[in-house]
């Protein structure tokens, strides 16, 4: 993944859980503070949420996924939830035994973006019984690898574990079963990692082709866990810390104690330490410019000079006003004078509002009909995949997407749609 320390600012943080003999790990980061739990502790049991509970909500097991290699589904969610600072209402699932964050799905979803309990080499295809399987009663959102086993290690036995994403923003990651010693799985065929990670993408434009389209991808932070912490009936809780982004004000932005390097953009109307999703925008309206040694004073008053320098064109106009007195046109244009209120029109300004309402008019038509057939032709596509021109359509594809920028290749994953299949299922509870 290319990773650059000049847009990053001097390096990429990265926190990692102390490798230490105590039994609850704790430790701080920017984003998030973080606590290990391991099988003798009476939290990683509260942590484990049972899915066949029905007191939990209602259970999905997703029928591709379960008995799929290297594919990925996205899923809506029935809340907000906080992420790094920004609020995802969509996840991305894949069978490896992680959860991907971004807004644009891409084969390389192992680089970054990521919640992952256990990021390995899973395939559910292998036995009947190893499923994926998902939970959103309103207030949590969790997945569920069940039974799940590594590729060419089947023989090691069943890994079963979840990562429950909370509304308040924390995240937790439960181990039930886990038969294998992590420094033993091997990442030569897929990445092992478990933690967090966030990103934001760029579009930098080429000297060489200033018309290209292309998208750079840049971690701007990770949170890594000691994988040799993660056994069997084990647990790890993240909170989520105060972010930049949260301020809707100057003054919290520049003066509140529990975040640091935020900086106020006021043509964006937002704070930011520049490290975030909206990175792009950030540098498009040159915010980090506009923010140097400005105050919130400074901003005040830009505001209230700009608000008194606007007057309006004309201002008290009546019948008794000096422009009808001093208007020195002949009867015919004075019979054509209208007063409305405060305003003077004529025949004249009436029949350029009257053009400009017309060609309003137009170009609301044009844009709906555009949007129609737009909507009509990706109805075709969706209904006709195999016609000759929707197959042209996405093999040619990639000419004109916007493409993502890594340096070192890592396996593909392969998006599947959920429209239109019945495999879902639901898991009958047991008694409570």
Known sequence: MRISRAVLGGGLTINILPDNTTRVVEDSGKYYAWRSFGPEDQRSQELWVDMSDVRHGQVRVHGILSNSYKQAVRVALSFDFPFYGHYLRQITIATGGFIFTGDITHRMLTATQYIAPLMAHFDPSYAKESTVQYMDNGEVFVVQWDRVRLRGKESEGDFTFQAALHKTGTITFSYRDIPLSLDAIGSAEHPVKAGLSDAFMVTPVSPQSPDAKQRIIYEYHRVEIDTTKITSYSAVEFTPLPTCLQHDSCELCLSYNQTSGCSWCHVLQRCSDGMDRHRQEWLDYACSEESKNATCEDYSRVDSSTGSSI????????????????????????????????????????????????????????????????????????????????????????????????????PGYTEVEVEGHDKDSIVQAGPC
């Open 311 to 410: 007057t309006p064109e004309i201002e008290n106009v009546t019948s008794l006003t000096p422009l009808q007195k001093g208007c020195e046109c002949d009867d015919e244009t004075k019979r054509h004078i209208f007063k409305t209120g405060n305003d003077v029109k004529t025949d004249s300004s009436t029949k350029r509002d009257g053009l400009a309402n017309t060609g309003v008019i137009a170009g609301i038509a044009a844009a709906l009909v555009l949007v129609l057939a737009m909507v009509l032709v990706a109805l075709y596509i969706n209904y006709h995949p195999t016609a000759a021109s929707p197959l042209y359509l996405i093999q040619r594809r990639n000419n004109y997407w916007p493409s993502l920028k890594f340096q070192k290749q890592q």
